[in-house]
Structure formats: structure tokens, C-alpha cells
């Protein structure tokens, strides 16, 4: 029953994850993408969606923290700089500000994160401590989401760029960019997942961590859907879109 | 525009953050308090609450555990065995699983908090963190939303054995006891940031702490709308009434 599994058999398991609880099964990926949402929506996404954006060097650096393994800091150390930027390259937390400043937002306020849901800051930051404080294979197994991704940033160019007449090209460098990033990121950590995680115990929390990581982008769709959405409920003091149209 | 209020002026803003952000205003509240959920909403709310209860001792003992000043440690113990118990008294953990004993829940179930919706769990864990690693005044600050406890627990009472055919007084002790807690407690919180709080910035840092704490719980309540009312998306792995119907 909680037998060991091959490195395989837990890859298979993993994907599983993925075809089960990525968010790009959420209600709310499928009115982003297939141009359902009116721009204040997309507005609210990309405010709230800076926060995650925001927080990953802070994730990454506090794995590179705690980890005794130069090899692994060393490869993980790329990561920081793809999101703060380096040497000529402003880097993604930027890329992210073009895509917001194209909307129509006011930088100052995106980066203030002052109109975020808190439900977005509570998740984002549940990320970020359970990589602090979770052993470091489970930290390393809650960044394979990206083994899922560049399916929902192709969906999200050919998606946003064909249904809104307020996003262009212009504005997606961010996603263009992680077309190459996440999967090279996505195969070292799957790679190291499968030679770490021995035990059944240690591929059980390799399974929980990115269960935990769904549950993270999940709730930040939830959170938009039901502020923004149905019922169209704004929490006290968040980004509401009458106040700038 | 940033001078330092007087003691009752801070007070006077810290009740006007009761008054536009408590909980009480929230749609969720009024449907709980006015009969018009379904035993699986009520369900859904006792279940999610549970992990907000399991937590407040953690966070008391966080504070106490950082606290260098043994007259506010003295002070602050109680909370602690208030919800652990103490000799007779079982503690208002124990008196929570009364609660969602008789609506039903299973106690193994609902104390390992797997059903619970992930929102729920990384704003509590917020709420834990917050106070680990925020300034000892603004962790204080953050336990003042009891100010406004009182009357909710009366409507609650009320409320619920008056609308509800499955609650009978058996299950309210939680309840009733807290009328007696949450008051002494919030008054000493409130006296300590009174006296503490003697800069701008640290009145603004008791001021924002409280915002923080009624995004706390109100992010709770917007969780459980969106799953359980409208538009009743329940998250993948989350607590299902229709499982145990």
C-alpha cells in the first residue's frame, strides 16, 4: 500500500497532480483565456497575480538559504536572477509591471500591492513559509507546477492577444519568456525529486508538497472569481475596477 | 497629518475599523445568523472554523514565546489554557468539537483538517505568522478584532438555536463561553496598545495590524461563500456536504 515507488511511478503519480489540480482547470482560466473577462477582471488578475510574481525571488533565495548543497544552490541560484533581473535583463517581477502598465495600472499601486485580496497575500506568503519551513525536498518538489505550465502560457498569449483589444504583443514578454525558463527549471526539479525522494515517506511529501503548491494557485483563482466574478464580492479596501475606468 | 492621536483617539479609530471591516458585515454572517444556510453550509463553516480555533494557541504561545516581559507573559498565559483547557476545563478546542460533533462531522475528520478549503488554511496560518514575526505591539493589536466579539457570539447564539432544527443548546457552550472571555481579554489588549502605542508609527503599526486581522477573518467567510453559496465552486480534496448527506 505505501510501498515504495519507482522514480517513474512517482513521475506518473506527480503528473497525475497536475492533470487533476493544476489551475488551468479553474472556471476562472477558462473565462481569462477565452476572452470572457472584461478589463477591469483582467486588471484584477494581473494586480493580484504581481503578489506570486513578487514573492518568488523570496521563495527561491530562502530555499538557496537553507540548503548545505552548493551544486543545488548553485543551479538554483538562476532562478532569483530570472525574476529580479540581471545585468541587462530587467528581469520578470518587470515583465510583469509591462504587462499591469499596458492595463492601465498605476505601477506605484501594483507594486504597493495595496489593492491585492488578502486571500492573494495570505496564499502567496503560505508559499513562501512552506519553503522555509518544510524539509528541503518538499520545497524543491512545490516549484513542479511548472512542469504544467507552458501549456497555459501558450493558451494565455494565442488566448489573451486574440479576444482583448487592450493587450498586444507589447505587453507579453513575461510569458513569452517563461516559455523557455519554466521547462529547463521544471526538469532539474522533477529530475532531483526522483533521485531524493527514497522512502515512501519521502515520496509521500514530495506528492503533499505539490498537492500544497495547487492549492496555492487555486485559491488565488477562487479568490478572484469571487471577488471579481460571482458574487462580485470586493473585500473592504481591495482593487475595485469603477475606481479607475 | 501623521501626528500622534491620544490614547481614546486611537481607540475611537481602531473601533471604526470594527464598525466598516468586522466580520459581521459580511454576507456570509448574515446567512449563518439568519437561518437561511443548509446544515451542509453550517457544516462547511464549523469544519473551516475549526482550523482558525486549532491555531489561536499557537499563536498566544508564538506571542508569549517572544515576549520579554514577564508581567505581559503572565498576562497573555490564560489564552493559551482557555483554548487548550486546563484540570476540568476541556478548553475551547474541545468545546468546538462539540460543536461539530452534533452537526455530524466526524472528530477524526475534522481535527486532522483535510477537508478544510486551503483559503481557510493559509489565512490562519497568516494570522499565525503575523505574530511570530511582527512587532510584540502589533501582535497584540492583531487580538483586538476581539473588541467586537461579543455581539456576534450573541447573534450567533440566538440566531442559530432560534433558525436551526439540527443545533440545540447542548452544542453552544463554545459560545457562551466566550462571552465571558473575549471581553476581559480585549480590554487589556486594548489598554496595552493604548499605553504602548506613543509614536505615529506605532499607532499606525496597531492600526494596520487590526486591518490585517479583520482581512483574516474576513477572507474566511469569503472562502466559504464562494465553495458553499455562490457560485459554489468546492475546491479539488475540499469538504463536500454531499458526501456525508
Not at 200 to 218: H, M, P, R, Y
Request: proline share 5%.
Amino acid at each position: 500500500m505505501t510501498g515504495v515507488m519507482t522514480p517513474d511511478q512517482l513521475e506518473d503519480r506527480l503528473r497525475q497532480i497536475g492533470a487533476t489540480r493544476y489551475h488551468n482547470l479553474h472556471p476562472f482560466h477558462a473565462l481569462l483565456h477565452g476572452g470572457r473577462c472584461d478589463k477591469g477582471q483582467v486588471q484584477a488578475w494581473a494586480l493580484n497575480r504581481f503578489c506570486y510574481q513578487a514573492a518568488i525571488p523570496r521563495k527561491d533565495a530562502s530555499l538557496i538559504g537553507r540548503c548545505h548543497d552548493p551544486e543545488l544552490r548553485r543551479e538554483w541560484l538562476h532562478r532569483v536572477a530570472d525574476h529580479d533581473g540581471s545585468g541587462d535583463d530587467p528581469g520578470g517581477i518587470e515583465r510583469w509591471l509591462i504587462l499591469t502598465g499596458g492595463l492601465g495600472l498605476d505601477r506605484d499601486y501594483v507594486t504597493s500591492q495595496r489593492g491585492a485580496l488578502p486571500a492573494t497575500r495570505f496564499a502567496v506568503e503560505a508559499y513562501v513559509h512552506f519553503v522555509r519551513e518544510k524539509s528541503l525536498l518538499e520545497a524543491v518538489a512545490s516549484s513542479l507546477t511548472e512542469l504544467f505550465a507552458p501549456r497555459i502560457h501558450h493558451e494565455r498569449i494565442s488566448g489573451m492577444l486574440e479576444h482583448y483589444d487592450f493587450i498586444d504583443e507589447s505587453v507579453m514578454p513575461y510569458f513569452r519568456r517563461r516559455l523557455n525558463q519554466a521547462p529547463r527549471d521544471a526538469d532539474f526539479a522533477l529530475d532531483y525529486v526522483k533521485r531524493e525522494a527514497r522512502t515512501s515517506e519521502q515520496q509521500q511529501g514530495v506528492i503533499d508538497a505539490l498537492t500544497f503548491k495547487t492549492e496555492i494557485l487555486w485559491a488565488q483563482l477562487d479568490a478572484l472569481y469571487f471577488a471579481y466574478v460571482a458574487p462580485g464580492f470586493i473585500p473592504p479596501g481591495a482593487f475595485d475596477p469603477k475606481d479607475i475606468a
